[in-house]
Structures are given as C-alpha cells and as structure tokens.
C-alpha cells in the first residue's frame, strides 16, 4: 500500500511522473476515481486545501466527503484506527489535515487504504508538489537552479527542501537564530540530492542571486500565544523590493498563503510583476489531481477492488 506522508515518499521519478499527470487534461486521465469516495478530514481548516482537493476528486470521477476534526474525533470519540478501518469501507482514499504528524503515521499504519497527508506539524507535500509545479512552468527544469527560503523552516519548509533536493536544486535557507534546520537536517536533505544546501542567518545573503524566493507567515497556526517575540525575531526578514533586487534579475516571489502584507512580505512584492502567488495557490488543484492519479495507478485502483 503506497501512501504519501512525506514528500519524500515520492522518489525522484516518481515526483516526476506526479508532475506528468498535473499537467495532463482531465480527459487524458480518464475516470479512476469513478464510483469512489475520498475522505478529506480536517482538524485544521483550511481554505484552499480543501478547494484544491475536492475539485481534484471531482475531476478525476470521484466523490469527496468533507469532514470536519471534531465529527471523527480522534483518540477521543474513537482509536485513530477505528476511524481508518471504517472510513476505509466507505471510501478508495483518506487524506487529513491534522495537527499531529503521528496521527497520519497511525492511519498509514493500519494499511487499509492509501493515506494522504494535507499537512500536518512537521510536514505539508501537498504544498511542495504545487511549489514544484508552479517553478517548473516558469524554468522549465529546476537542475541548477538556486532556491531561497527566507523564514522559519516549518514544516511547508522541511517539504519545500525535500522536493527542490529531489529535483537536483541549490537550497538556500535564510532563518533567524534558533529556527533554522539542524544540521542532521541540513545532512539529510544534501543526501536526497541537492547540489548544495546552505544556511544562514540573513536574509539577503539567503536570496542573493536566487531564482525563486520563498516565504510563509511569522506566526502560523497554533503559534498565536507566540505573535510578539516572532515579530521581534523576525525583523529584518520581511522580502520586499530590496531583498528581491539581490536575487536574479528574473526571480520569482512564491508564498504558500494565507500571507500578511507588512509582516513577512511587503505589498510591493505580492502583488508586484515577480509574484506568482496565484498560479502557485491554483496548481495546489492541479498538482493533487496528479498525486490522486498517481496513487490510483500504484495502488492498482480498479473498480470493485479499493483495497
């Protein structure tokens, strides 16, 4: 049973191969989730996970079911495996946005049906897949290039690493003290195939000559109580004008959204000429059409046999 907790789930042909299939047209994919239910549950909400994700179940002739986090309630209603077995009677997939990583690790554990990961505290695939997508339409390949994180590395960071290392990328990542990578993480994504991985405590030395410049908010969810001394560390880490005037003439801005104009990215920016917010926030749709294909066609999908 494949599953895709983690980008790195995918190997490097098979994150190609994903890609392939985002940017097929439905007609060419035909109808592999026909007659088949998907489970799309969320602790945490969301706005375009949950868009991108029903309408990609519904291109592919499937039927998603909206569940919020309380309605299952994990470990408190029910066993996190309870809920998997008899999900996994209903539907050919389950895909959940949790707030624990170890959650997923459970459902994927019971092997019943394929197990999608639509974030979770130490990683968000799904987002890196569109990443991918959105800098491969504009470079055509990612080889060579440089990418540049500028902010905490969270967990659409840790994904954001594993794809560009994947897809042969130099990784820069620009992060105040104390929330950078370890250096057993910064060893680990080196391993997966990145041509050279630096980290360094300033943002303009992190986006200097960088073909696409990344970000994501201060705070995140669940990070609130934190608001203040975030915004303090922080400083000097928002990409406006200046930063982006250090990275390639051609640079493209990429942030996951929701974003905060002022905070960790300037108007200017956003909503400048470099941006590709929009289309990068549109190939999420795009990029999980291609991972539910792909997950079809491992798993050997076929009607009357789901498991």
């Given at each position: 049973?494949?599953?895709?907790?983690?980008?790195?789930?995918?190997?490097?042909?098979?994150?190609?191969?994903?890609?392939?299939?985002?940017?097929?047209?439905?007609?060419?994919?035909?109808?592999?989730?026909?007659?088949?239910?998907?489970?799309?549950?969320?602790?945490?909400?969301?706005?375009?996970?949950?868009?991108?994700?029903?309408?990609?179940?519904?291109?592919?002739?499937?039927?998603?079911?909206?569940?919020?986090?309380?309605?299952?309630?994990?470990?408190?209603?029910?066993?996190?495996?309870?809920?998997?077995?008899?999900?996994?009677?209903?539907?050919?997939?389950?895909?959940?946005?949790?707030?624990?990583?170890?959650?997923?690790?459970?459902?994927?554990?019971?092997?019943?049906?394929?197990?999608?990961?639509?974030?979770?505290?130490?990683?968000?695939?799904?987002?890196?897949?569109?990443?991918?997508?959105?800098?491969?339409?504009?470079?055509?390949?990612?080889?060579?290039?440089?990418?540049?994180?500028?902010?905490?590395?969270n967990n659409v960071a840790r994904s954001l690493a594993e794809a560009c290392a994947l897809e042969g990328a130099h990784l820069r990542l620009g992060c105040p003290s104390g929330y950078g990578a370890s250096d057993d993480e910064l060893a680990r994504v080196t391993a997966l195939g990145a041509?050279?991985?630096?980290?360094?405590?300033?943002?303009?030395?992190?986006?200097?000559?960088?073909?696409?410049?990344?970000?994501?908010?201060?705070?995140?969810?669940?990070?609130?109580?934190?608001?203040?001394?975030?915004?303090?560390?922080?400083?000097?880490?928002?990409?406006?004008?200046?930063?982006?005037?250090?990275?390639?003439?051609?640079?493209?801005?990429?942030?996951?959204?929701?974003?905060?104009?002022?905070?960790?990215?300037?108007?200017?920016?956003?909503?400048?000429?470099?941006?590709?917010?929009?289309?990068?926030?549109?190939?999420?749709?795009?990029?999980?059409?291609?991972?539910?294909?792909?997950?079809?066609?491992?798993?050997?999908?076929?009607?009357?046999?789901?498991?």
């Amino acid at each position: 049973m494949r599953h895709f907790l983690d980008t790195v789930d995918l190997s490097r042909n098979e994150l190609a191969r994903v890609l392939e299939l985002a940017t097929q047209r439905q007609e060419s994919l035909g109808w592999p989730l026909a007659d088949y239910g998907v489970a799309l549950i969320f602790e945490k909400p969301s706005n375009r996970t949950r868009q991108s994700m029903e309408m990609a179940v519904v291109q592919l002739g499937g039927h998603p079911i909206f569940t919020r986090g309380e309605e299952v309630g994990f470990d408190v209603r029910e066993t996190v495996e309870d809920i998997t077995r008899i999900m996994a009677g209903y539907h050919a997939m389950i895909a959940a946005r949790v707030f624990s990583h170890t959650v997923l690790e459970r459902m994927a554990s019971s092997n019943a049906v394929p197990i999608i990961n639509m974030l979770s505290d130490k990683s968000h695939p799904l987002q890196s897949l569109a990443d991918v997508l959105t800098m491969r339409e504009e470079f055509g390949s990612l080889k060579g290039k440089t990418v540049a994180w500028i902010g905490d590395y969270n967990n659409v960071a840790r994904s954001l690493a594993e794809a560009c290392a994947l897809e042969g990328a130099h990784l820069r990542l620009g992060c105040p003290s104390g929330y950078g990578a370890s250096d057993d993480e910064l060893a680990r994504v080196t391993a997966l195939g990145a041509p050279s991985v630096q980290q360094v405590t300033s943002a303009e030395k992190a986006a200097v000559g960088a073909h696409a410049v990344h970000t994501d908010v201060f705070v995140s969810m669940g990070q609130e109580a934190e608001t203040e001394r975030r915004k303090h560390d922080f400083a000097g880490f928002q990409v406006d004008e200046a930063l982006m005037s250090v990275a390639d003439r051609n640079a493209i801005f990429m942030h996951c959204l929701p974003a905060h104009r002022g905070l960790e990215v300037s108007g200017e920016v956003i909503d400048g000429p470099a941006s590709r917010v929009e289309r990068q926030a549109h190939n999420r749709m795009h990029a999980a059409r291609g991972l539910l294909a792909f997950l079809c066609e491992v798993n050997d999908i076929t009607k009357g046999d789901t498991k």
